[in-house]
């Protein structure tokens, strides 16, 4: 069982950079793969980004691709969107999610969610 819960979320203004965090709490954290997943009011959840668990490949949606960065910290239990850049239209949600299977942009295939946190950009 892994339980997750993300922070660092907050209201910045287009061109702002800001940093969330997903502190994860079970002993077989370190072993999950993990997903940074978004859903703006009336859509879908989407994949944002993604990183395996020895953080040695990463994954990134085509829309923040160059302008977010998911890291790792396994020591800390804590995984890490660095978000730069920011456009109104990343406004959203974002949870972060745990799987154990392999790494994914599919939503199905993360066993673990996060209750989310709520970014919001004003152009």
């Known amino acids: 069982q892994v339980q997750l819960v993300e922070s660092g979320g907050g209201m910045v203004q287009a061109g702002d950079s800001l940093r969330l965090s997903c502190a994860g709490s079970g002993r077989t954290f370190n072993s999950y793969h993990m997903g940074w997943f978004r859903q703006a009011p009336g859509k879908e959840r989407e994949f944002v980004a993604a990183i395996t668990w020895s953080d040695i490949k990463t994954l990134y949606a085509g829309a923040v691709k160059g302008r977010f960065t998911v890291s790792r910290d396994n020591a800390k239990n804590t995984v890490y969107l660095q978000m730069s850049d920011l456009k109104a239209e990343d406004t959203a949600v974002y949870y972060c999610?745990?799987?154990?299977?392999?790494?994914?942009?599919?939503?199905?295939?993360?066993?673990?969610w996060g209750q989310g946190t709520q970014v919001t950009v004003s152009s």
């Open positions: 999610a745990a799987t154990n299977s392999y790494l994914s942009t599919a939503a199905f295939q993360y066993d673990y």
